[in-house]
């Protein structure tokens, strides 16, 4: 074996063991995107879903005013509850393709180390420059979506309450 098959060799091996894990975490992160936006969805489409079918059964019990003003806070909780599913599916995209640039850009400073020269030293800079400014916008996203879902989500949960408090009234 000659010594850029020798090095080749060493350059894949040590791509594979930074690169693979981090392809692992955006596999992680995409499967916690379904389950959480899942999770979050189902239990707010039931609180307000629930409260709003049973509310004909109480039309005996309340006003017609009164029951639709309360099916309002019903329906804008269902539409928060999917936006901030939307939202917790984009936070955890962004998480995912934050791990990939991570690993493209590991790529690109191992391919710099064991291949790089003044020809191609340039392109590798530029490539991991690229990465990086790809990892700051997935952080911004992600840091945005985050605050947003959380609130938008417990916004659902407090339509869900007022619309049930109005009831009481």
Not at 2 to 8: H, I, S, V
Not at 25 to 44: F, G, L, P, R, T
């Amino acid at each position: 074996m000659n010594d850029w098959e020798e090095k080749n060799k060493l350059y894949l091996a040590d791509v594979t063991a930074l690169k693979d894990p981090l392809i692992q975490h955006s596999v992680n992160y995409m499967e916690h995107a379904v389950s959480y936006a899942q999770i979050c969805v189902k239990w707010a489409f039931l609180l307000n879903g629930g409260a709003l079918v049973a509310l004909p059964a109480l039309g005996s019990f309340v006003s017609s005013t009164d029951a639709r003003s309360t099916a309002i806070y019903y329906v804008v909780g269902l539409i928060l509850i999917a936006l901030c599913s939307f939202l917790a599916y984009i936070n955890f995209m962004a998480m995912a393709q934050y791990k990939e640039n991570e690993a493209t850009r590991l790529h690109w400073q191992t391919l710099g180390v064991y291949f790089g020269n003044e020809h191609n030293q340039e392109k590798t800079s530029e490539s991991i420059q690229l990465c990086n400014k790809s990892m700051d916008k997935n952080l911004t996203v992600m840091k945005v979506t985050f605050w947003f879902a959380i609130v938008v989500g417990l916004s659902s949960y407090v339509s869900f309450l007022i619309g049930s408090l109005s009831l009481l009234n």
